[in-house]
């Protein structure tokens, strides 16, 4: 009767996975927002510690006050990127004819010793660059049009996206401490303690993870700053935020970084001295994060080995991309837990000690 039992609460289990694989599309601002609620709730639980005499902050004022911060946070980094970005690109326009002028004048006596002609005309490059930049305002002008027109609905699926995962955060944090209710409650009794147990487990080494990847993007920003301030950048400071506040998106912050520091390396200065700068401060910062500060700050704090560390992010990428490189971590972290627990199932069974 319990084997019974268990077949069909196993299957009902299953069925419940499978339909929740074939609704991804749908539950895609639910699993944003549950992410982002797991990471903020802390903060939420220590804005409601506070205390005004015998006026205790109300839980829904602390979410809505973590939330406002969520996305003043957001603001801020937008508002730093995009003028940056915006005072670059038509000076940059202007530069690169003068650079090509630079790398013909370099290059080209050391490429005519081995009968290679390299010529760079800087007018040309120049009436080229000013036709790509019109006709790429012009395309992604029409891009927008025809996505407007023909795909409208994919453009209404985000923006009912990107208004559902607020809403769906503000709920989740409300209700944080009676979901976890309800879940411990639908746990099996004689696996409660057990489930709970591995839970907490988790839940530590999570937070030990979030905690040292803030400490990683914290000396990444100081790195780059400090870097690109020695160096003589102008724009040292933003840049050097950016890219370490973005480090925890592999690739993308790195890569946003390394192209304004190459834009700024190109306007700013007059020689090659910016664009060596930029690839010593960018190479050692690749250097520093992945044989450093990720496997110390996060891998030992998580308690995997540095190897181990090295590992699972070349072996997540591979399997799962981009977003492979993003989880790897907390999802080892994860089956880290599992294995201690399966290891210390098998030492006591009696195909181990038979």
Request: with cysteine.
């Amino acid at each position: 009767m319990n084997q019974k039992q268990t077949m069909l609460w196993v299957g009902l289990w299953l069925l419940l996975m499978a339909l929740l694989v074939l609704l991804g599309p749908v539950l895609t601002p639910f699993i944003a927002g549950a992410i982002l609620a797991y990471i903020l709730n802390p903060a939420v639980e220590w804005i409601c510690g506070w205390k005004f005499g015998k006026f205790q902050l109300p839980r829904v004022l602390a979410v809505l006050v973590v939330i406002l911060l969520l996305f003043a946070l957001i603001v801020a980094m937008v508002l730093i990127v995009v003028p940056v970005v915006q005072e670059e690109l038509p000076l940059l326009q202007e530069q690169i004819p003068n650079f090509l002028a630079r790398v013909s004048d370099t290059f080209g006596p050391l490429l005519q010793q081995m009968d290679i002609e390299l010529k760079l005309d800087p007018a040309s490059a120049r009436k080229l660059l000013t036709e790509q930049f019109t006709a790429s305002k012009q395309w992604l002008w029409q891009a927008v049009l025809s996505s407007v027109k023909v795909g409208g609905t994919a453009l209404l699926g985000w923006l009912a996206m990107l208004i559902l995962i607020p809403v769906v955060l503000f709920y989740l944090l409300l209700d944080w401490r009676k979901l976890l209710r309800i879940i411990v409650a639908a746990v099996p009794r004689r696996w409660t303690r057990r489930t709970v147990s591995m839970a907490s487990e988790v839940d530590d080494l999570l937070a030990q993870y979030l905690r040292g990847q803030f400490l990683v993007m914290l000396v990444l920003s100081i790195y780059y700053s400090s870097g690109l301030a020695i160096a003589g950048f102008d724009i040292a400071l933003p840049v050097g935020i950016i890219t370490g506040m973005l480090a925890f998106v592999p690739y993308v912050g790195f890569g946003i970084g390394l192209v304004l520091a190459l834009m700024a390396g190109m306007l700013q200065f007059s020689d090659w001295q910016g664009l060596i700068a930029v690839a010593f401060v960018y190479g050692g910062g690749q250097i520093l994060e992945g044989f450093f500060l990720t496997p110390k700050l996060v891998g030992e704090r998580i308690g995997l080995h540095p190897l181990v560390v090295i590992f699972a992010l070349l072996a997540f990428g591979q399997l799962f991309g981009f977003v492979g490189v993003l989880l790897a971590l907390p999802s080892s972290a994860i089956l880290s837990v599992a294995f201690r627990h399966l290891q210390a199932h098998y030492i006591k069974s009696e195909f181990y000690n038979s």
